[in-house]
């Protein structure tokens, strides 16, 4: 398979609203998350052991949430939601308690599973008063702790007996599951590992699919499945294992989620002409684009609602993303290009962080304001009125 | 002595955070009726933290904890309020505020974030 070990995710992305609704997806470190939710669920007044019982709840849960690609395998590019309903509250910017903090740095890497078990408790809670639920009871938890109980006969009581506690579980940056290309007749490997894992377990219940040997070899047994598992949850039947195939057979199986790392630094860029150039779209090359995904880069380090974007020169579906999240943000027409409007609106933005936090220099020691872009114009400004070389392809 | 529950704050921009100097932070109480009462006002350090604010909560039996409004500003950024962040006794409550650059040629001169907590589903 190709993660076995459940990982605590480096940062965790929040829809923060119900799952179909429109509501922004902002993504923060787990600690953060973490602690922004205990903040948001309990009283900080309480007794030690019943928040760490409940911060414990709350880990375990939004890791079995990442684990098994809950919203990934529905078509959702967010790990959990703020929906209290079927989520954890999570209040985007409140402010945390001192205590909570203290507490959630401690134990941010530990979570709870069965015993045998591998993959995170989805450890389900409720405030037990006005709500009540098979989980831990939040009021239940606090009267126990002021019962004298510990932290972990707490959640015993509530969760059962056959509870284990895993401690420094390893922190690992967050990717999707899916190979990113498909996986075919003739391929080896762990990822056709997986597959035919997969496909052996859901053929307990659809006995069509026939049982195949996990042997890592993607071969015309494992094809012969593959169709048959197509046919039965209406995929196109072709034998391959593409992005709609691999998460159909997640979201039955419990997979195993990465998503693309959060990352957008690697700045490398040469000052240019930065007027807009003419409608910047999918399938571009060249410097245009290239400082189309640097102002967008660095937007996504101020603005927690934009994914991060690689400068790579190239206009590619991440590029396109990031637009159109730009541009619902400032409430422009979504259209995934950088026309006009789009363009001004992020230039305008990017300009005004260039000013404020770059030239005035205030913020920056002056060798990092001497690699910024305006310190290198002056030598390679272009003529006014001179026409860029490269214009977009 | 009545019970009270400190409040900090810490001022930065973008992920990478960038503390900000010299900020300003309001901390009021809204009053019964539309009035609001100044209970601290502070400015930032070179780390972009304030220096913590006592505030007072209500007396043991009543509600658990206090409501208190919270405004971060700086000139070049957008300002942040946060209404409703709680302060429970003897527990520090740290806000922070992520302020956001301003744009070049703002289309609005009141360009406020508001953060609305709501309280715990207990």
């Known amino acids: 398979m190709p993660v076995v070990t459940p990982y605590i995710p480096e940062r965790i992305t929040v829809h923060l609203g119900a799952p179909s609704s429109w509501a922004a997806n902002v993504t923060v470190p787990f600690a953060d998350y973490v602690k922004n939710v205990l903040s948001s669920e309990v009283y900080p007044t309480w007794e030690p052991a019943a928040l760490e019982a409940n911060a414990l709840a709350v880990i375990s849960f939004a890791l079995n949430r990442v684990y098994t690609e809950y ?8 790990q959990i939601t703020s929906s209290t309903a079927i989520d954890q509250k999570y209040i985007q910017g409140r402010g945390i308690f001192e205590n909570i903090s203290e507490l959630v740095d401690r134990v941010f890497s530990n979570y709870l599973r069965r015993a045998g078990f591998v993959e995170p408790l989805a450890a389900k809670f409720c405030n037990g008063r006005s709500v009540t639920c098979e989980g831990l009871s939040q009021w239940g938890s606090q009267e126990l702790a002021q019962a004298g109980y510990g932290m972990f006969s707490i959640l015993q009581s509530y969760y059962g007996y056959d509870l284990e506690l895993v401690t420094n579980a390893p922190v690992a940056p967050v990717r999707e599951s899916y190979p990113g290309a498909p996986v075919r007749r003739g391929d080896t490997g762990e990822n056709v ?13 659809y006995p069509a699919i026939p049982k195949v040997a996990a042997d890592g070899v993607f071969g015309a047994l494992t094809e012969a499945a593959v169709r048959d598992f197509q046919k039965i949850f209406s995929l196109t039947v072709d034998g391959i294992v593409g992005r709609a195939t691999w998460y159909q057979l997640v979201r039955l199986y419990v997979g195993i989620l990465r998503l693309s790392e ?31 995904q640097y102002m967008l880069a660095v937007l996504a380090e101020f603005l927690p609602e934009l994914p991060s974007v690689q400068v790579t020169g190239r206009f590619g579906a991440e ?28 230039y305008a933005q990017f300009e005004g962080i260039e000013q404020t936090v770059f030239r005035d220099g205030e913020l920056f020691p002056d060798d990092a304001a001497a690699a910024s872009r305006l310190t290198q114009l002056p030598a390679e400004a272009p003529a006014p009125g001179s026409k860029d070389e490269e214009e977009t392809a | 002595m009545d019970a009270h529950g400190i409040v900090a704050a810490q001022v930065f921009t973008s992920e990478a955070r960038i ?34 604010a006592a505030v007072e909560t209500p007396p043991d039996g009543e509600a658990p904890f206090v409501t208190v409004d919270l405004l971060a500003e700086k000139p070049g950024y957008d300002r942040i309020l946060v209404e409703d962040a709680q302060v429970f006794p003897g527990v520090e409550t740290l806000q922070e505020f992520m302020l956001v650059p301003t744009p070049e040629l703002p289309d609005a001169y009141d360009r406020t974030e508001v953060i609305r907590v709501s309280a715990q589903p207990l």
């Open chain 1, 71 to 78: 919203y990934r395998s529905r078509g959702y590019s967010f």
């Open chain 1, 193 to 205: 590992v997986f597959i035919q894992t997969a496909l052996n377990r859901v053929s307990q219940d």
């Open chain 1, 262 to 292: 959060l990352q957008s630094r690697g700045q490398t860029f040469t000052a240019s002409s930065w007027a807009y150039p003419d409608a910047v779209r999918e399938g571009d090359t060249g410097e245009k684009v290239r400082q189309l």
């Open chain 1, 319 to 346: 590029t396109k993303a990031a637009v159109a999240a730009y541009q619902q943000l400032v409430s422009l027409p979504v259209t995934g290009e950088a026309d006009g409007a789009a363009w001004d609106a992020i």
């Open chain 2, 19 to 52: 503390p900000i100097e010299n900020a300003v932070v309001l901390i009021t109480k809204k009053l019964p009726g539309s009035g609001r009462q100044l209970l601290a006002f502070r400015l930032t350090d070179a780390e972009g933290f304030t220096s913590p």
